[in-house]
């Protein structure tokens, strides 16, 4: 299995512009998992979904924030537009069955807002 | 008060000694209990779950769990400076909502020293 992907790896960009994260979760795992990662607040949940369905958005920042899964193999994190405050490790994650099954983490996009 | 709380450390031991690693939670309905390894520039990855209170071994690593006390801990026996890493404990909770999730501590940075 290739593991969760995450794309792109790395990226660059200016206050204002939209920035668009991509997921791809581990096949058959029913729940994927946005993180954001920083020294300050350490890993942070942002938004969760099951089959597809967001289930808790309560870690989301703010409405220039947006996450959706047209399908099980692929789920996108939107900011629209980006801060510099918004620079930071985003990892997307899947488990199987449960959210309180083992999660598996892809490699992770560092966001770096100029 | 956080939900997960971890000395960040450094944890400082030479090669061959037993690193142990302390996590404390406030969720009493807590049930499940992950620590996760997590090398400089990298994802988080799995080491250890534990539900039942008492030990439980795997190879090097034992994990503890103490419901009574609210605290999880991590020891890594004979270790070695590949296991220089900053250590996440996660545990699920239901606080505020219906659905678990997990929460992560800040984690604890070790250095094993050859």
């Known amino acids: 299995d290739a593991g969760v992907i995450q794309s792109p790896r790395h990226e660059v960009t200016e206050m204002g512009q939209e920035v668009t994260l991509r997921c791809k979760p581990i096949s058959g795992h029913d729940y994927l998992f946005w993180y954001r990662q920083t020294m300050m607040r350490g890993l942070e949940l942002l938004i969760y979904f099951n089959n597809n369905v967001p289930i808790d958005d309560s870690g989301m920042p703010e409405d220039r924030f947006s996450a959706k899964m047209p399908n099980a193999s692929f789920s996108t994190l939107k900011i629209q537009p980006s801060e510099p405050r918004d620079s930071a490790v985003y990892f997307c994650?899947?488990?199987?069955?449960?959210?309180?099954?083992?999660?598996?983490f892809g490699p992770g996009t560092r966001l770096t807002v100029l | 008060q956080k939900e997960v709380e971890q000395n960040s450390g450094p944890l400082s031991v030479p090669e061959g000694a037993i690193a142990s690693l302390n996590c404390t939670y406030s969720d009493r309905g807590s049930q499940s209990f992950f620590w996760y390894r997590q090398y400089s520039g990298k994802s988080p990855e799995l080491i250890m779950f534990?539900?039942?209170?008492g030990d439980k071994e795997d190879g090097r690593f034992t994990a503890q769990l103490n419901k009574a006390s609210q605290y999880v801990s991590l020891l890594i026996r004979d270790s070695q400076p590949s296991d220089s890493a900053t250590y996440l404990c996660?545990?699920?909770?239901?606080?505020?909502?219906?659905?678990?999730?997990?929460?992560f501590g800040q984690g604890t940075t070790l250095q094993v020293k050859p």
């Open positions: 534990i539900y039942s209170n």
């Open positions: 996660a545990v699920t909770t239901l606080r505020g909502s219906n659905t678990g999730k997990l929460i």
């Open positions: 994650a899947s488990s199987f069955r449960a959210e309180t099954d083992t999660q598996y």
